[in-house]
């Protein structure tokens, strides 16, 4: 397949960094999600830690462990999630898979990637310089609530924050527009929307739920800009402002977020199912319309993360049914995965492994979501350990266990090279025994009423804690035996063939070499 | 390379994207406008009407109004309602009274928001006079009282999903100023308007109930 103007490569400084082909800079997302992983990875240990025992260990005051609880957030929803499932995977296998030679606007996807790392060095830098008054970094949660992020942060980290926040969103909306400009004009002759790989339409309903709601979250992180340094009062109640209407406006984009970064992830996991359980997958068409309604609905539930502000009880009905709804396409979703499994005769690979784990701990993370709906329930866990839990089952082991999942089982592909197998099993079992034991006691903790965000408990807390600290040391480790296993593959280099699988992976790149030429498709497939 | 160039559709498809997310984040900054309509339509967030006449019927049903003070952590003034609750009668004008005191050795000019709970309730509580609408100025070490005018529509009568309230609260929470105009309500512009409230006639005729409810909108 390589001839020779596929494999013309340009030298390494031009390659990387004015990089204008899809892969490349699929790869890119890659390495740079890797990193911020292991940033806010590292963040989160360090919370762990501190968590272990009641009392304060290592962190010097409160404020630095909601700084680092902060930065946790937004790190690893803005540059790791977020760069992985869209800017990664989308990058490599979205043109791959619907028979286009390139993204439709190379060199505004080298810029989407490029804001990246200048968003994630104001974000570290904001670290660093005086934030609130008892201390550097901002500390406001990743929601960044005023008036905690207008008068209670006078000093300059947040301003930070603000602009890294706003790169990293335009280089979303690029990346946005590149990618439905992509899907809808891009594809290969045959390849109708209805014959389209689900990671493709995960891909492009994530796009435009990226496109409606991060213009809005660009316009409040603005507002709290001006509000900030230029004597504007947006939120400030004491001019006519009000709080609480920033809370709409982030949540307006904060819900759709939620889906945006797992959209992707059910495309990955639909086609690992379907591979393995070498047969179709179930419902290829209400699965996609799934998606559809999951996003649209996902518009108009925002207020589901504010139950507690004071609202009406009417609107608190409307907002508790309208949750509630999002359930019935997300059901459709894992109902599909199983029928698919139903019957098929399984392979037990290792992605299969990882989307096996992906779909049970998604149901779990679901069905706390179900619970927290219930506004009179959620009164009282709002803000506690619960939804901690509730969104790293769905965050946190969802989505990343869905990167992993694609990642074991495209990095043939990818690198052309093939992983061996025991490290990457020993790396997925750490993982999974790991998460679950951090996440699923903090359950017991939020329904005690352990609050979130903080850097000490009363000692009957103890217990749960402990584990769960535990459990982050089991992940570590299971993080190392990633890092291993990536490193023993590039340095063993057993070659992987073009369709490493066999013919139930039937996507368009599985018809390619391992690693795919450098330009495909110059003459397009067709699609029957 | 046989790529197949599609400039045109790209450029519909690229102007109409930008267009949306133009679109968005143009109704992001509107939603400051936007939100206040609709909070004061729909007394959202507990935000209270602000009436230009008296009610004039009066209905038998009592409701507890019960007044709550609140100041910014940086104002420096003392601030408490007179009563704690009264009892009016749905359609009743009352006349309610907060004291403030300026503990500090400057001029402060401050400004009221303000919210009733349930939230339910707010459109029905209609404000004619408050010391809310307008900034006040309190000299170092005065002591004010500032008077609030307000009625309970009787129309709530018609309204069954208030049918079991009994208590209201009405709340005011005083910011500083920190650009005051020269708007600031003073010492004697005050006592002039607490004199004009009180020289008002609050009652009014009883009326029965058919007639009440002939008088509902809806
Ligand atoms: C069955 C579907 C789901 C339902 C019914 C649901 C419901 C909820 C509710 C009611 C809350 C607010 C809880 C509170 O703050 O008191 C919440 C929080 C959250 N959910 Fe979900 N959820 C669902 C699925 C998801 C998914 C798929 C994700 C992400 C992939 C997600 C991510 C989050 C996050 C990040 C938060 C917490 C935000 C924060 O306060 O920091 N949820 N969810
Ligand atoms: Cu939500």
Redesign the pocket.
């Known amino acids: 397949m390589s001839d020779a103007y596929g494999d013309h490569k340009p030298k390494f400084f031009t390659r990387w960094l004015f990089s204008t082909n899809h892969k490349d800079i699929g790869t890119l997302y890659l390495v740079f999600s890797i990193l911020g992983g292991l940033i806010g990875g590292y963040l989160s240990f360090m919370m762990r830690m501190e968590l272990m025992e009641p009392g304060m260990q290592y962190f010097a005051s409160p404020h630095k462990f909601s700084m680092f609880a902060s930065m946790h ?1 937004l790190l690893m929803i803005f540059f790791m999630v977020m760069p992985a499932v869209i800017g990664g995977f989308g990058n490599w296998f979205v043109p791959l898979m619907i028979g286009a030679p390139d993204m439709a606007f190379p060199r505004m996807n080298n810029l989407s990637f490029w804001l990246l790392p200048v968003a994630l060095i104001c974000l570290i830098a904001s670290m660093f310089v005086p934030g609130g008054p008892s201390g550097n970094g901002f500390a406001g ?3 960044m609530y005023p008036p905690l992020s207008t008068s209670g942060h006078p000093g300059p980290a947040f301003d930070f924050v603000i602009i890294g926040l706003l790169a990293a969103g335009f280089s979303s909306i690029f990346g946005a527009i590149n990618f439905i400009t992509t899907i809808f004009n891009m594809r290969a002759p045959g390849m109708t929307m209805h014959k389209m790989p689900l990671l493709a339409w995960g891909v492009l309903v994530t796009s435009w739920l990226l496109l409606l709601s991060l213009p809005v979250l660009a316009a409040s992180l603005i507002m709290l800009f001006t509000d900030r340094n230029a004597g504007t009062g947006f939120f400030d109640p004491a001019m006519g402002g009000d709080p609480v209407m920033f809370q709409h406006l982030f949540w307006f984009f ?2 759709p ?3 945006i ?2 959209l992707p ?1 059910f495309g990955i996991i639909s086609h690992i199912v379907s591979t393995f359980s070498r047969k179709p997958i179930f419902g290829y068409l209400g699965m996609a319309y799934a998606m559809v309604a999951i996003g649209v609905v996902g518009f108009v ?1 925002w207020a ?5 502000v004071g609202m009406d009880v009417d609107l608190k009905a409307y907002f508790m049914a309208a ?2 709804i ?2 019935v396409p ?1 059901g459709i979703k894992i109902f599909s995965w199983l029928a698919t499994m139903w019957g098929g005769s399984i392979r037990m690979t290792i992605p299969m492994m990882w989307a096996q784990a992906f779909i049970f701990m ?1 149901v779990i ?6 619970h ?2 219930s506004a009179g329930l ?1 009164t009282s ?3 506690t350990y ?3 839990s ?2 790293h089952y ?2 946190a082991l ?2 990343v266990f869905a990167m992993f999942a694609g990642f074991t089982y495209w990095f043939g592909k990818m690198s052309g090279y093939l992983y061996n197998k025991w490290l990457a099993a020993v790396h997925f079992w750490l993982f999974f025994i790991g998460v679950n034991l951090i996440f699923f006691p903090q359950h017991f903790l939020g329904l005690q009423g352990m609050p979130r965000r903080y850097v000490d408990y009363p000692a009957e807390f103890a217990f749960w804690n402990k584990v769960s600290s535990i459990g982050a040391m089991v992940t570590l480790v299971g993080v190392i035996f990633f890092l291993l296993w990536i490193l023993e593959a590039f340095l063993v280099k057993r070659k992987a063939g073009d369709n490493y699988w066999g013919e139930e992976a039937n996507t368009l790149e599985w018809t390619l070499s391992s690693p795919p030429p450098f330009h495909q498709f110059s003459v397009l497939p067709k699609i029957k | 390379m046989a790529q197949v160039r599609k400039h045109n559709a790209n450029r519909k498809v690229v102007l109409s994207l930008s267009a949306t997310t133009l679109v968005m984040l143009g109704l992001g900054f509107a939603s400051k406008p936007l939100y206040d309509t609709f909070c004061r339509v729909t007394g959202y967030g507990g935000t209270t009407r602000v009436a230009e006449q008296m009610s004039e019927v009066v209905t038998e049903r009592e409701i507890k109004v019960r007044f709550d003070a609140n100041v910014a952590s940086n104002l420096g003034w003392t601030f408490k309602p007179d009563e704690v609750a009264m009892t009016v009668k749905l359609g009743q004008n009352a006349l309610a009274y907060y004291t403030a005191t300026n503990d500090t050795k400057y001029p402060i000019v401050g400004t009221a928001s303000y919210n009733v709970s349930p939230i339910k309730a707010a459109p029905y509580f209609s404000k004619l006079e408050c010391f809310c609408f307008t900034e006040q100025r309190l000299e170092p070490g005065e002591t004010v009282t500032m008077p609030v005018l307000f009625f309970v529509d009787p129309e709530m009568e018609n309204d069954k999903r208030l049918d079991e309230i009994k208590t209201i609260t009405l709340s005011y929470t005083f910011h500083r100023v920190e650009n005051p105009t020269d708007g600031a309500v003073r010492a004697e512009q005050r006592q002039a308007q607490i004199d004009k409230l009180e020289a008002i006639d609050l009652d009014v005729p009883e009326k029965d109930e058919t007639q009440i409810n002939q008088q509902g909108r809806g």
């Open positions: 957030g949660g990743w929601v904060g819900h977020e939620v889906y970064m797992v992830a539930v589901h993360h504010m139950f507690t949750t509630m999002i359930a997300t998604f993370g679901g069905v706390t979501g179900v927290m709906a959620d866990i709002h803000d619960y939804i901690v509730h969104f769905v965050l969802g989505a």
